[in-house]
């Protein structure tokens, strides 16, 4: 899914505010309205569930009989079922992003660096044990949805789930359960009380976990799940409940340690950071040059949008910064009036100059006669001498609004996504 490319926003101010219901949640917490540039995928399956599920329901079955039980539930995890796309909108916690309805309905984890969603299906079935028959099922579609701020500490998760398919003994059925977090974190509040469960109803809890590192030149993870139940009295083989599904979420990473950068925040590791410019906007000269970088071969072309998808990754030594400056930008290159020598990868990547031992590139509008052009591939670098006052904004917005508003530290992966 390719959506409207994203822009930079104001790095916001650290919220103060104390966590409670989402209605009451700083808007510094809130989930972004921003577009995003592209859904990106971690592959993280739901968790298996504990014992006590249907097969180990069936090697029980003449035990439970003899015991004078007739009647289990079991659940298990199965596969979802596209319903109508309004479905978790109405009475939801908070509205579950229209880029997560659009996703996948495979189990894995889709998101961003702020925020992240998965869609899971679940299946209840209702055995009568004499005669090991399904008497009853129902079957549900799980939304998991969790968000932060890259300048909050404290990050909600909240769960929902949405029965479209019911029939045989279910009538009366509630789900209910709790949060747990695990890591560097409190558990600042859980609420997941006993729910009904109907085709109409959505039942679901939220819980906010925050991160008990804020120290400078802290860095810690911590990591959150939702436990419950199904409960029906019929249910008298299985104690009237069945077996405990762990929901999980993607691991949260915490810091302090952004450098030139005080504030603390979190952010979900598993997804590389995006950073986007425009040909048309008023860094046209950089983009176009990084877009010719990329399209010639180099790495950090956003999935979708060039050869060479392999990431960047960040380097924060200034003297090693320096160095692929000098290789890439010798000072002793002439500079056409009003411009400056670009590099790309950027002197802040992993990437850059000084570690290649392949030969720089150039093209033909860009003023460097002691590079080739018409070179490809993956090795290398590119320089382009552009609009200085481009060159100098742009980096300085990418600063911000990438490695400080995206929390991008030493060897973290980023993109850098060049729009129309």
Not at 84 to 98: H, K, N, S
Not at 161 to 177: E, K, N, R
Request: a negative charge; one cysteine or more; glycine letters at 10%.
């Amino acid at each position: 899914m390719l959506a409207a490319p994203l822009a930079p926003q104001n790095v916001a101010q650290a919220s103060t505010a104390s966590p409670g219901k989402s209605a009451s949640v700083s808007p510094a917490l809130l989930p972004s309205t921003e577009q995003h540039p592209i859904l990106s995928m971690v592959k993280a399956s739901p968790a298996a569930l504990d014992s006590g599920d249907c097969d180990e329901l069936e090697n029980k079955r003449h035990d439970l009989v003899a015991a004078g039980k007739d009647v289990a539930a079991c659940v298990t995890y199965g596969p979802t079922r596209r319903v109508r796309t309004d479905d978790m909108q109405a009475q939801a916690i908070l509205p579950v992003p229209q880029w997560c309805l659009d996703s996948a309905l495979d189990g894995n984890w889709y998101g961003f660096r702020e925020e992240a969603c998965t869609i899971t299906g679940l299946k209840v079935s209702v055995r009568s044990l004499p005669n090991n028959a399904v008497i009853g099922e129902m079957s549900f579609n799980e939304y998991r949805f969790t968000y932060g701020s890259s300048t909050s500490v404290t990050v909600a998760q909240q769960i929902q789930l949405s029965m479209y398919d019911g029939w045989g003994q279910i009538a009366g059925t509630t789900v209910g359960g709790t949060a747990q977090c695990t890591g560097a974190c409190t558990l600042v509040s859980s609420d997941f009380p006993i729910q009904p469960v109907t085709l109409s109803s959505r039942p679901g809890g939220e819980a906010y976990l925050r991160t008990t590192q804020t120290a400078a030149g802290t860095r810690s993870t911590m990591e959150g799940v939702f436990k419950h139940r199904f409960f029906n009295p019929s249910w008298n083989a299985s104690g009237g409940a069945t077996t405990e599904l762990v929901s999980e979420f993607p691991t949260i990473r915490c810091d302090n340690s952004v450098p030139g950068y005080s504030v603390p925040g979190c952010i979900f590791p598993d997804w590389a950071g995006v950073y986007t410019y425009r040909l048309s906007g008023p860094y046209a000269e950089l983009a176009e040059h990084i877009r010719d970088a990329q399209q010639s071969g180099l790495p950090g072309a956003f999935p979708g949008t060039g050869p060479n998808t392999a990431p960047l990754t960040r380097l924060v030594d200034p003297m090693l910064q320096n160095r692929n400056r000098a290789k890439a930008c010798p000072t002793s290159w002439p500079r056409p009036e009003g411009r400056s020598c670009d590099e790309y990868p950027m002197a802040s990547t992993q990437q850059g100059a000084a570690g290649r031992t392949a030969t720089g590139r150039t093209f033909p509008w860009c003023s460097v006669s002691a590079l080739p052009t018409g070179v490809t591939g993956p090795s290398g670098w590119s320089s382009c001498m552009i609009d200085e006052v481009q060159n100098s904004n742009g980096g300085s917005d990418m600063n911000v609004f990438l490695y400080q508003d995206q929390r991008i530290l030493d060897f973290d992966k980023f993109y850098i996504n060049i729009a129309p």
